[in-house]
């Protein structure tokens, strides 16, 4: 059965380091690959996308993740995290079918410390 | 601005109670869904729908029912609300494919005391 693992629950940073949030996927072929985040109180919010081409992809607020085929992971990295981006992570894998189905991973909450 | 709104955005109501929570869509997505969040975070998928008069019951089983009438609009129903109903709900989006993914709604916090 097709799976997504966010092998972190809570992760804490410092302001200004680097950030690597990881997703593990299980399914049969190359599927459509999300990140999403969810700040408090709020509805998720895309942040990138990976289909098919270039296997490292770009987001909004300066995040990027790299799609790796061998290792079924779709890791999401930023090089210099800010105290906005503290809120919920979630790794997503859509399934190609007439149900354009989505499962999402239990998340991973990131705090920034100061 | 938002291109799905969910109302209300918070909600505190009293046990037995009947409440419908309100999801609209302006992007004219044929697919749509309702997803419950417990404090872990982690999301459930209750309902969606794949166009006007189509509805399925997703992963976890609830007591909420939902409608499609419209294209854009899919509200959830709770015929008689319990303190164990009190969470997020996430409404969501999203065209025939999934080139863009899910759009969510901001969500409502349902509270039964």
């Known amino acids: 059965a097709q799976s997504v693992t966010q092998p972190d629950i809570h992760i804490t940073v410092s302001e200004g380091a680097s950030l690597e949030l990881r997703c593990n996927y299980s399914?049969?072929?190359?599927?459509?690959l999300f990140w999403y985040v969810q700040s408090p109180g709020q509805g998720l919010q895309l942040l990138l996308k990976?289909?098919?081409?270039?296997?490292l992809v770009q987001g909004i607020k300066g995040f990027e993740a790299e799609f790796k085929r061998s290792q079924s992971s779709f890791n999401l990295r930023k090089p210099s995290v800010h105290w906005s981006d503290a809120a919920e992570y979630f790794c997503?894998?859509?399934?190609?079918?007439?149900?354009?189905?989505?499962?999402f991973g239990s998340g991973t909450r990131l705090s920034i410390r100061p | 601005e938002a291109d799905i709104y969910q109302t209300p955005r918070y909600l505190v109501i009293g046990t037995g109670k009947k409440i419908t929570l309100e999801c609209s869509q302006t992007?004219?997505?044929?697919?749509m869904y309702w997803y419950q969040q417990d404090p872990g975070m982690e999301l459930h998928l209750i309902h969606y729908?794949?166009?006007?008069?189509?509805?399925e019951k997703g992963d976890l089983s609830s007591e909420s029912t939902v409608s499609r009438i419209r294209t854009e609009h899919f509200p959830l129903t709770l015929e008689s609300a319990r303190p164990s109903h009190t969470s997020q709900y996430l409404c969501?989006?999203?065209?025939?494919?999934?080139?863009?993914?899910?759009?969510f709604g901001s969500g409502t916090r349902l509270t039964v005391v």
């Open positions: 399914y049969g072929a190359t599927p459509y």
């Open positions: 969501a989006s999203s065209g025939q494919n999934l080139n863009y993914g899910y759009t």
């Open positions: 990976y289909f098919s081409g270039d296997t």
């Open positions: 997503a894998v859509g399934l190609y079918s007439s149900a354009s189905k989505i499962i």
């Open positions: 729908s794949y166009g006007v008069n189509s509805t």
């Open positions: 992007m004219g997505h044929d697919k």
